[in-house]
T-cell receptor
Framework: ETGVTQSPTHLIKTRGQQVTLRCSSQ?????VSWYQQALGQGPQFIFQ???????GRGNFPPRFSGLQFPNYSSELNVNALELDDSALYLC?????????FGQGTRLTVV | ELKVEQNPLFLSMQEGKNYTIYCNYS?????LYWYRQDPGKSLESLFV?????AVKQEGRLMASLDTKARLSTLHITAAVHDLSATYFC????????????FGAGTILRVKS
């Protein structure tokens, strides 16, 4: 158990729809990062939030957006879903050098 | 752009044998991570290596980091079936903020 929880665990959406994924960070961790892991690949960095501000972004289009709240929980929003958005979405919270991953949300776009 | 390459991508081992997974990266970083992932599961932290020459060991796994060669190794000693999983190395892009670039992963299968 890492203390990082994500919801929902599984989700099926239709192409063109919007989705919100949630992450509850480990207590006291003020940094949260989101990753997309397509089947058979390594995770890819989407963006990071530090104290409610975006603090770096990977090579993802603007339809991927996020929020971090005062309690350091976080959301990942994806608009205009595409089939290629089907993946496992992981959040990781960190304080110092360690990053602890949640169990992930499996998103399927049909 | 930081690139991380692992090899081999697939490794089939007999129980009791030793082997090494290699992780090369393209730009300077002194923070490297190893993770384990079981099928359908999230990432389990194994090691974080924070400086040149760092060596960490846990059970049958030992990781090392050579920042000058931009190389990390994960050595498996006397493999057992329970070590079967996918192993990822990841390098921190920022140096302090845990923005990780992952390798493609090494699928390890340990046969009885």
């Amino acid at each position: 158990e890492t203390g990082v929880t994500q919801s929902p665990t599984h989700l099926i959406k239709t192409r063109g729809q919007q989705v919100t994924l949630r992450c509850s960070s480990q207590s006291g961790h003020n940094t949260v990062s989101w990753y997309q892991q397509a089947l058979g690949q390594g995770p890819q960095f989407i963006f990071q939030y530090y104290r409610e501000e975006e603090n770096g972004r990977g090579n993802f289009p603007p339809r991927f957006s996020g929020l971090q709240f005062p309690n350091y929980s976080s959301e990942l929003n994806v608009n205009a879903l595409e089939l290629d958005d089907s993946a496992l979405y992981l959040c990781a919270s960190s304080l110092g050098p360690w990053a602890f991953f949640g169990q992930g949300t499996r998103l399927t776009v049909v | 752009e930081l690139k991380v390459e692992q090899n081999p991508l697939f490794l089939s081992m007999q129980e009791g044998k030793n082997y090494t997974i290699y992780c090369n990266y393209s730009t300077t970083s002194d923070r490297l991570y190893w993770y384990r992932q079981d099928p359908g599961k999230s990432l389990e932290s194994l090691f974080v290596l924070l400086s040149n020459g760092a060596v960490k060991q846990e059970g049958r796994l030992m990781a090392s980091l050579d920042t000058k060669a931009r190389l990390s190794t994960l050595h498996i000693t006397a493999a057992v079936h329970d070590l079967s999983a996918t192993y990822f190395c990841a390098v921190d892009m920022s140096g302090y903020g845990n923005k990780l670039v992952f390798g493609a992963g090494t699928i390890l299968r340990v046969k009885s």
